[in-house]
């Protein structure tokens, strides 16, 4: 999994990057919040994100701001770090989008396990996405026709929902995914088809006759 780290302080930002290369992670480090938002804009973008609160032009909060006001994609799950202690601190960062929050200096060990939550959350918002994507997908193809459908015995029109009587072709075409192609089955071309084009060449025969 990708993370990316925006720290400007050289020091706390190697320390970052170095426990999360051990831990196994892909580590993408930046100096500011614009060179994070670059990062977490483009391509493959990382799905977790370790900002400092305070840093030059865009801070930590602000970029929380925009990453969870972005259309489109994703935002990252975002675990933000400051120096400063206190409740008000804590919920300026969730109100802020942060997921998860860890005051300077930090725990290495409580760094891995809120990594490690969140590395949890990413897999099981995937695992949603790609199964909301594939149902989706299985409700545009599957619309089918189910119950007892009311017919007329005689003209063979079907009465909808509103209690209105449609064709066959009508009601198929509403209800389904499924398009008409025309012909004559043997039957109908007996007893209808045939018998006009005899009463037809008849016609045009008496009228050849008449003619001559």
Not at 57 to 65: M, P, Q, S, T
Not at 102 to 110: A, F, H, I, Q, V
Request: charged share 25%; hydrophobic share 40%; proline share 4%.
């Amino acid at each position: 999994m990708r993370v990316v780290i925006a720290e400007d302080d050289a020091v706390s930002r190697r320390i970052l990057e170095t426990l999360l290369r051990k831990w196994g992670y892909e580590v993408t480090t930046t100096l500011d919040g614009e060179a994070a938002w670059e990062v977490l804009q483009g391509p493959n973008a990382p799905s977790l994100a370790i900002l400092d609160v305070m840093m030059p032009g865009i801070d930590g909060l602000e970029l929380c701001r925009r990453l969870r006001q972005s259309p489109g994609s994703m935002a990252p799950y975002i675990i933000l770090l400051t120096a400063t202690q206190g409740v008000r601190e804590i919920v300026k960062g969730i109100e802020a989008g942060a997921d998860d929050y860890l005051t300077k200096p930090y725990d290495r060990d409580e760094l891995r396990v809120r990594v490690q939550v969140g590395a949890r959350i990413i897999e099981l918002q995937t695992k949603l996405a790609e199964r909301v994507s594939e149902l989706e997908v299985a409700l545009n193809h599957v619309k089918q026709l189910q119950g007892i459908l009311p017919i007329c015995s005689y003209c063979k029109k079907i009465r909808n929902d509103l209690n209105y009587w449609q064709n066959v072709e009508s009601y198929v075409a509403d209800h389904s995914q499924a398009e008409f192609s025309h012909g004559i089955c043997p039957s109908c071309y007996e007893t209808t088809v045939k018998p006009q084009l005899e009463s037809l060449q008849i016609s045009v025969s008496a009228e050849s006759d008449l003619s001559n």
